[in-house]
């Protein structure tokens, strides 16, 4: 929602209100200009982090405070927090940053203010409007430690100008791919992700429609006959019909493929479509289709996740100011707005609405609902230490791409994670 006058004018009482249990402080640390000091907030380089910062005047002229935001990579801004929240810095007051990637070791660590009681005493943000699956990846234990702000799910990028129709099936997106890649043209397949831990997320939907996942039973997954599917398939695909170096890519070096016309197919996060269509980046912006991802031997199971929320430096010394922002941020009308703008929200509100429906191309928002229908809940294994996780994991994608043995691979890998598994529920603990 958007604050109101009478709303800022709590925002300088409003410690007094709540009290410091109420977010579950640990000691402040060293001084960060005080309670009145400039509101420091750490956002990601993304589309709803734009489409935000545009707007941050209209918080300041009705809070009366100075907002001083920080943009980094997704990398960057990780590790600004690892230092800083380990030497217990209160210079940092709202934190842009992954549920899935951050919450469990950043809460276990005690860095992360708690929110329960703020949303339970704040009608107006509603609470209950958010996404279950949305809310569940932000809560450990029943505790809340940050409010999503961004959901986003798989989509699949086709040129329209040479292909009919889109595939439905993982089985035909490879053949039809295989068909047009005519690299000496510079044409390719398929584009996607392939660096080691970096290809995990976008991954999962493909072991997911195999029929696998990362952990089953509280045990490793990676080298169930269905993950080994995953893994060849994957490695196949982007083999015989991607980009020569697909092991070195992320999403920054698979964008700008795409959008130079240089591949018939791209899957990626569907909240940054606009990176892949921008007629001022995109050569075949006007040309590009959107649709859901393709079906596996186990149907279209993609991930559909809150990738980004806001959460409060537990150390902040102005943790009031700071709901006040994120409440402001991400409340019921700033989301449909942002959604308005075409960046995805975690709010069913938002979602029901056909006007702000109305603001992605029809094919995507087609898209975008097959996924939340269908979509599995994480994009990476649930453990505390994710980044070695993913490293470990994504190791058989790097061995199938480069034509390596990937059986051995995935089981070599499956041995690792599952001491790792180990250790890890020995940390889980808040």
Known sequence: ?????????????????????????????????????????????????????????????????????????????????????????????????????????FARNGWL?????????????????????????????????????????????????????????????????????????????????????????????????????????????????????????YGRLLRETGPIGSTNMTLEQITPIFAQGKAVFAIDADAVYQNFIDPATSLVGDRTGFAAFP?????????????????????SERRDAAWEFIRWASGPEMTLRLQNEGVPSARDSAWADQESLASFPPDLAESMAAGIATGVGADRPDVVQVGRARDIVGRPIVASILGDDVAASARDASEEFDDFLVRDARQRQL
């Open 1 to 105: 929602m958007m604050l109101k006058r009478r709303d800022a004018l709590r925002i300088l009482g409003l410690s007094a209100v709540l009290g410091s249990s109420a977010l579950g402080l640990a000691g402040c640390g060293r001084s960060s200009g005080g309670a009145n000091g400039p509101l420091r907030v750490a956002m990601v380089n993304h589309v709803w982090t734009d489409a935000v910062r545009s707007k941050i005047g209209e918080f300041e002229d009705l809070a009366g405070r100075r907002v001083l935001v920080s943009t980094m990579t997704s990398d960057q801004l990780s590790n600004t927090y690892n230092v800083k929240l380990n030497a217990s810095a209160p210079d940092l007051d709202v934190m842009m940053y992954r549920p899935l990637q951050e919450q469990l070791l």
């Open 295 to 315: 079906a596996g031997p186990a149907g279209s199971r993609p991930f559909n996740i809150p990738s980004w929320g806001l959460t409060i430096n537990v150390f």
């Open 113 to 233: 203010a708690e929110l329960d009681d703020l949303l339970a005493e704040d009608a107006d943000y509603d609470w209950a409007d958010v996404q279950d699956a949305a809310k569940d990846r932000v809560t450990i234990d029943g505790r809340v430690f940050g409010v999503p702000v961004v959901t986003e799910r798989p989509t699949l990028y086709y040129r329209r100008d040479l292909v009919d129709a889109p595939p439905t099936t993982l089985t035909e997106m490879l053949e039809t791919a295989r068909r047009l890649h005519d690299p000496g043209a510079g044409l390719h397949g398929f584009t996607g992700r392939g660096q080691r831990a970096g290809a995990v997320s976008m991954f999962s939907s493909y072991l997911y429609s195999f029929g696998g996942d990362f952990i089953v039973d509280g045990r490793s997954g990676v080298g169930t006959p269905e993950a080994l599917a995953a893994y060849e398939y």
